[in-house]
T-cell receptor, first 114, second 114 residues
Framework: SQQGEEDPQALSIQEGENATMNCSYK?????LQWYRQNSGRGLVHLIL?????REKHSGRLRVTLDTSKKSSSLLITASRAADTASYFC??????????????FGKGITLSVRP | GAVVSQHPSWVICKSGTSVKIECRSL??????MFWYRQFPKKSLMLMAT?????????EQGVEKDKFLINHASLTLSTLTVTSAHPEDSSFYIC??????????FGDGTRLSIL
């Protein structure tokens, strides 16, 4: 399997509900990042959580990281139709150098119904 | 801040021609740039990593003579798909990073080879 696998693969919710997306990975990491991609567009960086952090908030986003379980979750509270997009987790390897590469998961398609 | 411009956003060309895609960091100096390829509803596949003034490092399975990368300055990297064929049709995305900061992505280039 691929480093950085998200679940569910697709999520459909009603506007105003919370959306929770999960990511699992296999190797030790320096940090984990979440990105958003609107259809046909590039990726937008949402939030980065370091391996020594357990939780981080940014506006309506809440990210958790459990290094013992090698998993992370992204929670979007009070979702809006504009949150409809694909969400990717990406991991940076433990030995991070100047050329360190991110490994992306397969992505979660979130649909928020108005 | 941290804007990455990718051009063109969409290109259609005949089989056998070469296509150049530009990636520019508009408001920061990109010490490292990355080129990705994305198939429909799939994750990003890293093709190569480039540092300003040095040769790109290609991922396994990516033909360096097919996908020429030039990172001539701290604000510009180019990807040239040489002698493009229909199987090269895809969505190509660049990202740029300054030092150890998160990667910032361009909006992607949809390449269609007829």
């Amino acid at each position: 399997s691929q480093q950085g696998e998200e679940d569910p693969q697709a999520l459909s919710i009603q506007e105003g509900e919370n959306a929770t997306m999960n990511c699992s990975y296999k190797t030790s990491i320096n940090n984990l990042q979440w990105y958003r991609q609107n259809s046909g567009r590039g990726l937008v960086h949402l939030i980065l959580i370091r391996s020594n952090e357990r939780e981080k908030h940014s506006g309506r986003l809440r990210v958790t990281l459990d290094t013992s379980k090698k998993s992370s979750s992204l929670l979007i509270t009070a979702s809006r139709a504009a949150d409809t997009a694909s969400y990717f987790c990406a991991t940076a390897p433990l030995n991070t150098g100047a050329n360190s590469k991110l490994t992306f998961g397969k992505g979660i398609t979130l649909s928020v119904r108005p | 801040g941290a804007v990455v411009s990718q051009h063109p956003s969409w290109v259609i060309c005949k089989s056998g021609t070469s296509v150049k895609i530009e990636c520019r960091s508009l408001d920061f100096q990109a010490t490292t740039m990355f080129w990705y390829r994305q198939f429909p509803k799939k994750s990003l596949m890293l093709m190569a990593t480039s540092n300003e003034g040095s040769k790109a490092t290609y991922e396994q399975g990516v033909e360096k003579d097919k996908f020429l990368i030039n990172h001539a300055s701290l604000t510009l990297s180019t990807l040239t798909v040489t002698s493009a064929h229909p199987e090269d049709s895809s969505f190509y995305i660049c990202s740029a990073r300054q030092g150890f900061q998160p990667q910032h992505f361009g909006d992607g280039t949809r390449l269609s080879i007829l």
